[in-house]
């Protein structure tokens, strides 16, 4: 990423909510596909206008670092100040909007998408890496979520429950909150914003929406999609830009009660402490060093696909990722060994080419954090299998060769440590309380997954693993849209995204007392029994 000096004149990209907003640059550079240049921008206030500072950075990517993408703002606070100015105009219309008809929105937002997915795929693996088949099961992630939420419109279930008092009514009911911000990160950039957004307005709030400044361009199509559903213009501001500025800016904002960040454990400790200062409500889902248990009595073979798409599907980039494999005793040298050949054979390239298995890490960053690992590891003594360096031939992209160490003790840096990259560490033990209590000894708690045929076993597991999420017999990572997601300990901070609990963390839950008595009825005092009639 690169800063670019401003082209574009102030109000230069006002326009439309629904034209195609990229603009075609023609004093900027090519990238290999000789394609212009286009320079995207803002959508605040209801339109699509530059930053205020006039300054850009540029997109490329990874598999081809030469082919950049386009132009994109750089934000800060003052582009988040309008964005707050007209999001709040936006929350007084949206709040007042029926949930059924707010939910129709996101009906038409999943027609959309699922008419769109080939080219939001397309470019999607274009600017983050991931193959083809992934970025489409990424929007499939959103177009599920936009139906679920859809049907949402029609519950918002609150409660009647009987009153403590004669003739007395009293229920609960859901409020929307205000405006959302909305800071994503850019291992899933469709589906973690919708996953956000699209309970965030069914429930009635505006969004603030900050993607990830490796993937604005797939930020940049869902938020024209949902223009083009028919949202109310005000209700979306779309604010590109670095964390540190622009992300930085919206959690800071104090007109901004509601704040739903994924990322880091370590940028999520960042925003914890600003909005437990400023009394925000937060959602942070973060890190996580999953691990996949294989046992003794495991059908190996579907342990071994499980195991290769969990480690080095997403190249290892996701939170849900398979970063540690433990190992039972019994069948360890022959799964490992059939392991690494079928790691040597996965076929590293461009995600747009058909055939690839593995595609590019995300920027130069991450590259070099996968290497400082590779160091690490050698140096605590695991066993490098496979992998540990760039493979040649790639030499314009951020690839990595899947990583196997094996002879990992538990403790080591290697096995205690988010890398997020392609990297997985073999930890050989003895009983399935063994493996629980390595899996469960580390500061992540996300997701986490045992192989084995005995339901028992299975059960245990079930009780006994400190994550959000356990599979019997299937990888690490995935998730439905109609079920609750998310991680304990430091991955998560108690709230859940997906399913049915998302829409209690967007909503304020309200009580209202009906009293048709006619009579002073003194709840919480002595005449429990109520005023008899
Ligand atoms: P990141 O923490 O670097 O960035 C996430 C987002 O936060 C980006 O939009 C970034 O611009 C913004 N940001 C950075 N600094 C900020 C600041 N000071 N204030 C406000 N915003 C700021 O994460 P990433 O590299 O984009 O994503 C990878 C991480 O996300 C991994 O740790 C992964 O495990 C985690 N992740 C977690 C989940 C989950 O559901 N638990 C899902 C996906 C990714």
Not at 131 to 136: D, I, K, Q, Y
């Amino acid at each position: 990423m690169f800063r670019c000096s401003n082209q574009a004149s102030a109000g230069a990209g006002a326009g439309h909510a629904t034209s195609d907003r990229a603009r075609p640059d023609a004093s900027e550079a090519t990238g290999p596909n000789h394609e212009t240049m286009k320079t995207f921008d803002n959508f605040i206030g209801g339109r699509w206008v530059p930053p205020v500072s006039g300054e850009y950075f540029a997109n490329q990517n990874p598999a081809d670092a030469r082919d950049t993408i386009g132009r994109f703002p750089m934000s800060g606070s003052a582009d988040v100040e309008l964005a707050v100015e007209s999001a709040q105009r936006g929350f007084d219309e949206w709040r007042r909007t029926p949930a059924p008809a707010r939910g129709d929105v996101l009906r038409r937002v999943g027609d959309l998408l699922s008419v769109r997915k080939d080219d939001i795929a397309d470019l999607m693996t274009r600017e983050m890496g991931k193959p083809l088949a992934e970025t489409r099961g990424d929007v499939q992630e959103g177009i599920d979520t936009a139906y679920y939420a859809a049907s949402e419109g029609r519950r918002l279930f609150g409660h009647t429950v009987p009153s403590e008092l004669r003739n007395k009514w009293a229920m609960s009911f859901r409020r929307p909150i205000g405006i959302a911000g909305i800071v994503t990160p850019f291992n899933f950039p469709l589906a973690i914003p919708t996953w956000k957004m699209f309970p965030a307005l069914v429930c009635g709030n505006a969004c603030i929406f900050k993607p990830a400044e490796d993937v604005p361009h797939t930020g940049h199509a869902l938020v024209e999609i949902l223009l083009e559903a028919g949202l109310p213009p005000e209700v979306i501001q779309l604010v590109h830009g670095v964390g540190e500025a622009a992300g930085a800016a919206i959690v800071n904002h104090p007109s901004i009660p509601v704040i739903s960040f994924t990322g880091s454990t370590e940028t999520g400790r960042v925003v914890g402490e600003v909005c437990g200062r400023m009394h925000k409500r937060l959602s942070l889902e973060m890190g996580g060093k999953n691990a996949m248990i294989v046992l003794d009595d495991a059908d190996l073979e579907l342990a071994l696909e499980g195991v290769l798409w969990g480690a080095f599907g997403t190249t290892g980039q996701r939170c849900t990722a398979t970063s540690r494999l433990i190992v039972q005793d019994g069948v360890h040298d022959e799964f490992v060994s059939r392991l690494v050949q079928r790691a040597r054979a996965l076929k590293l390239g461009d995600g747009r080419k058909s055939g690839t298995d593995v595609g590019p890490l995300i920027n130069q960053d991450s590259v070099s954090k996968v290497e400082r690992y590779i160091d690490i590891g050698q140096k605590e003594g695991a066993d490098l299998l496979c992998g540990g360096r760039r493979p040649e031939g790639l030499d314009h992209g951020y690839f990595f060769e899947p990583t196997i160490f094996a002879r990992v003790r538990a403790g080591m840096r290697l096995e205690q440590e988010e890398i997020f990259g392609p990297v997985l560490s073999v930890i050989r033990i003895r009983t399935p309380d063994e493996a629980f209590a390595v899996n469960n000894d580390v500061r992540y708690g996300l997701s986490s997954s045992v192989y084995t045929r005995d339901v028992n076993v299975a059960m245990r597991a079930m009780n006994e693993l400190d994550t959000g999420i356990t599979y019997v017999n299937a990888p690490t990572i995935g998730a439905e849209a109609h079920l609750p997601f998310g991680g304990v300990k430091q991955t998560g901070n108690g709230h859940r995204e997906g399913g049915w609990e998302v829409y209690e963390f967007f909503s304020e839950t309200k009580v209202g007392y009906l009293d048709f008595s006619g009579a002073l009825q003194r709840a919480q005092i002595d005449n429990y029994l109520g005023t008899p009639d």
